[in-house]
């Protein structure tokens, strides 16, 4: 992603920009988080829109009560500053309470309180004044889709929809009466673009993954057409998250297998796309565009996988008992593989946590928490009773007459069960 600080811009008067910088970003992509991260470093270290620091307010004639022809500004300067750092708010309780995202979060914070900051040199006493919500004749204006909200991300993006149009609004009517606070606007309303786009392709892999029940285990293949073809049949079959696991391939038949697993899996519709997971490395992961990657207790430490597969990708953790999943919580882990369950025909283990651990896990721990070793369509009923609604399976589909069938019998039984049991 390329992005460009502004400090003049061509198409408005220099007064306009002279004591703001906008930051805008032309074509905002899934890190522009990340970006943002490593952006951040050169903006004050109070404020995410580098912008003076709040002058206190100092008597000017404007402060003598407010000229008539002023008097509606000054409510609609109100109202938009409340409908502004309400869409924030929401915004910031999104980030931090459904998607666990503190640099989401205080991105939004960040921004409230550069706004406040910025009507903080306007007369607040004028604006009060102006308020006349029993007088304001929009408040019993509603459409119909205003109460349409079918998903947590929706509400999210709904807001920031209005935050933008509420910040637009400030701009062009503070000209009016303070026109050096403009610019301080239009930079935050910049921001909150980068807001929506975070909201926009954070959610879509984290939703995914947070209505996923069966992943599949799958070897790469004899080639990358005969994998392709897999992945059709399964993702029809539905699965909803494959994993590349195949210790016999060479990194770069693994990374071609991946590349073309990747490309196979966006061409299928997004009602039934998969999550592509690679099993041990995150830097074919990151490198063929996989959405993750698994690693177990004997692989990279979960810090330096983020740095590699960036904030937006997927990491799995194996986890084989309950320590080693509340430590794998606390280091930011996405989701949790836990077993061995029972004997499995893909891997020999000397030790099986067995249906306790599922039950310790399904008790103590929040994130998605998939059981595996040995399941199949005989005792998955076992482990649903545990209270774990999802599972990871290699030979019980790969190894099956009909592996898409196999993957359609688990599908149907897991559906029956709610992805977030109460906790007993
Ligand atoms: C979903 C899931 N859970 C556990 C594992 C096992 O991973 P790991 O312990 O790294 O062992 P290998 O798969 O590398 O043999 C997994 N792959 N997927
Ligand atoms: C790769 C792997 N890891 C496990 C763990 O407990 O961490 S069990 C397992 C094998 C999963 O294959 P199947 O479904 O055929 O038993
Ligand atoms: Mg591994």
């Known amino acids: 992603m390329r992005f460009e600080i502004i400090t003049h811009c061509g198409r408005r008067s220099d007064s306009a920009c002279r004591n ?21 470093p050169s903006l004050q270290a109070d404020s995410l829109t580098a912008v003076p620091p709040p002058q206190p307010h100092r008597p000017t004639p404007q402060d003598a009560p407010p ?37 989401l979060s205080r991105h939004a914070k960040q921004l409230r309180h550069d706004l406040a900051a910025a009507f903080a040199t306007l007369p607040r006493q004028h604006l009060l004044s102006a308020r006349d919500t029993p007088g304001d004749v929009g408040t019993t204006i509603q459409t119909a889709s205003e109460q349409i909200r079918p998903s947590a991300v929706a509400v999210a993006t709904a ?11 400030i701009e062009e009517y503070v000209k009016c009466i303070y026109p050096e606070v403009a610019p301080r606007i239009e930079a935050i309303r910049y921001q909150t673009y980068t807001l929506e786009a975070a909201l926009q392709g954070l959610s879509q892999a984290a939703e995914r993954l947070a209505g996923a029940r069966l992943y599949a285990l799958i070897e790469g293949g004899e080639s990358n057409e005969a994998l392709a073809q897999t992945i059709r049949t399964l993702a029809t079959a539905g ?11 060479d990194d770069r038949t693994l990374y071609e297998r991946t590349r073309a697993a990747t490309a196979e899996v966006a061409a299928i519709d997004t009602a039934q796309r998969p999550l592509l997971i690679v099993n041990d490395r995150a830097d074919i992961a990151a490198a063929a565009g996989a959405d993750g990657v698994h690693v177990g207790q004997e692989e990279l430490p979960l810090a330096a996988v ?4 960036g904030p937006d990708g997927i990491v799995g953790v194996s986890t084989h008992n309950l320590s080693q999943a509340q430590q794998a919580q606390r280091d930011g882990a996405d989701y949790i593989g836990c077993g061995p369950t029972f004997t499995s025909r893909t891997k020999s283990f ?32 076992q482990v649903l009773a545990t209270g774990i609604p999802r599972v990871a399976v290699s030979a019980a589909i790969t190894a099956a007459e009909s592996p898409p069938q196999a993957a359609a019998e688990l599908k149907q039984i897991l559906s029956k069960w709610s992805l977030f049991a109460p906790r007993t």
Do not use: M, W
């Open 20 to 40: 703001g910088f906008a930051y805008r970003y032309n074509t905002p992509t899934l890190h522009t988080r990340s970006l943002l991260a490593d952006f951040r």
């Open 67 to 103: 000229a008539a022809a002023d008097y509606g500004v000054y409510r609609i300067l109100d109202a938009s500053y409340n409908r502004a750092s309400e869409g924030l708010r929401t915004i910031e309780d999104y980030a931090r309470f459904v998607r666990n995202d503190p640099a």
């Open 159 to 169: 807001a920031a929809a209005r935050c933008q149009q509420a910040l637009r609004s």
């Open 239 to 249: 699965v909803d998250i494959l994993q590349l696991r195949d210790k016999r391939l």
């Open 306 to 309: 983020r740095r590699i597969v």
């Open 350 to 381: 000397a030790e099986f946590p067995g249906l306790e651990f599922l039950k310790q896990v399904a008790k103590q721990l929040s994130l998605p928490a998939f059981a595996i070793g040995g399941i199949d369509a005989t005792n998955v009923d």
